[in-house]
């Protein structure tokens, strides 16, 4: 395969399209709603959440994450699923929201 030519670059405008449509295709007519299903834990956190979907077709995926975070407080929780069709890993990151010099910056 020659990857010389022009058809073999990655071209930007390509997948932009691509990606454009498959997010239209999925929340066309769905309202953002910031009530989910973390909040009524009523935790002081931020949290962060990734998802990778992979069609399943004999690839390995393999992921990592590194943290520099409070380990008293801060923790993950990562849920791999999987059908005939597709791998998915969710991962939530829960940061602690530190309040506990309120206080001394209102002073």
């Known amino acids: ?3 010389q030519d022009d058809a073999a670059e990655f071209s930007s405008e ?7 449509n498959a997010i239209t295709g999925c929340l066309t007519d769905v309202m ?5 299903e973390l909040q009524p834990l009523n935790k002081p956190y931020k949290y962060i959440i990734t998802c990778i979907i992979m069609q399943k077709n004999g690839a390995g995926v393999n992921t990592c994450a590194s943290m520099v975070w409070d380990t008293t407080k801060d923790n ?3 849920v791999p699923w999987e059908n005939q069709n597709m791998h998915c890993i969710v991962t939530v ?3 602690a929201v530190h309040i506990d010099n309120a206080n001394e910056l209102e002073s």
């Open 32 to 36: 953002y709603n910031p009530k989910k």
């Open 1 to 3: 395969m020659d990857f």
């Open 14 to 20: 390509d997948v932009d399209t691509i990606v454009k």
């Open 93 to 95: 990151y829960g940061c």
């Open 76 to 78: 993950f929780c990562q």
